[in-house]
């Protein structure tokens, strides 16, 4: 079967750098998504990773290794205001977008 | 308006109530999603409509029945529903494949059934 796995939850302190991982096992692969989802709010796009590496936004990054099939999304100079879930989502051969449970961070003073 | 709007943003039914829920895309997007989001589960794709063509998931009951009038709006119309559908209904949009591009979400409606 086709499986994402995450954390389910992570602490980390303000002004920290924290790593969320995911693992993925999919027929095929297509590419791989992170999105961020505050409480009660809409999920918004981070970033999108289709060949190994990483991939490098302002204080977050995303890196995917796709013989590994693993993908961490990092984050650093962590603020208040990125306490929420993160969703790691991957596209399968069948044009199919298979999403993790998520990855609620908890981001302490 | 911008982005993706769903109305309301909050719902209450009893099981023999009907409802709908209205998404609205102001994106010039040609395809539009229902998902459903269940606390600590992974988004559980529901339809799929693209260049307002219906793609089904067969494993969605018939109590949720989808309908595009155009590209722009998408509606999930409810009917005796279970106190298990209560959940996050969230409405997204994209332009081409969601392997390869970005959806863009709604607000979501918090739906509970009684």
């Known amino acids: 079967g086709q499986n994402i796995d995450q954390p389910t939850e992570m602490t980390a302190t303000e002004g920290a750098i924290v790593q969320i991982n995911c693992t993925y096992q999919t027929s095929g692969f297509n590419g791989l998504f992170w999105y961020q989802q505050h409480a009660g709010e809409a999920p918004t796009f981070l970033s999108y990773n289709v060949l190994d590496g990483l991939e490098e936004k302002g204080r977050f990054s995303s890196f995917l290794s796709r013989s590994k099939g693993y993908s961490y999304l990092l984050l650093k100079e962590l603020q208040m205001k990125d306490s929420a879930s993160y969703l790691c989502?991957?596209?399968?051969?069948?044009?199919?977008?298979?999403w993790g449970a998520g990855t609620k961070l908890i981001i302490k003073p | 308006e911008t982005g993706v709007t769903q109305t309301p943003r909050h719902l209450v039914m009893g099981m023999t109530n009907k409802k709908s829920l209205k998404c609205e895309q102001h994106?010039?997007?040609?395809?539009m999603y229902w998902y459903k989001q269940s606390a600590k589960k992974p988004l559980e794709l529901m339809f799929v409509y693209s260049l307002e063509e219906r793609v089904e998931n067969n494993s969605v009951p018939s109590r949720f029945s989808p309908e595009c009038p155009n590209s722009s709006h998408l509606f999930l119309h409810l009917h005796t529903l279970q106190p298990e559908d209560s959940a996050l209904y969230l409405c997204a949009s994209s332009q081409g494949d969601i392997t390869y591009n970005e959806q863009f979400f709604g607000p979501g409606t918090r739906l509970t059934v009684l």
């Open positions: 989502a991957v596209g399968d051969s069948n044009y199919q977008l298979i």
């Open positions: 994106l010039g997007h040609n395809a």
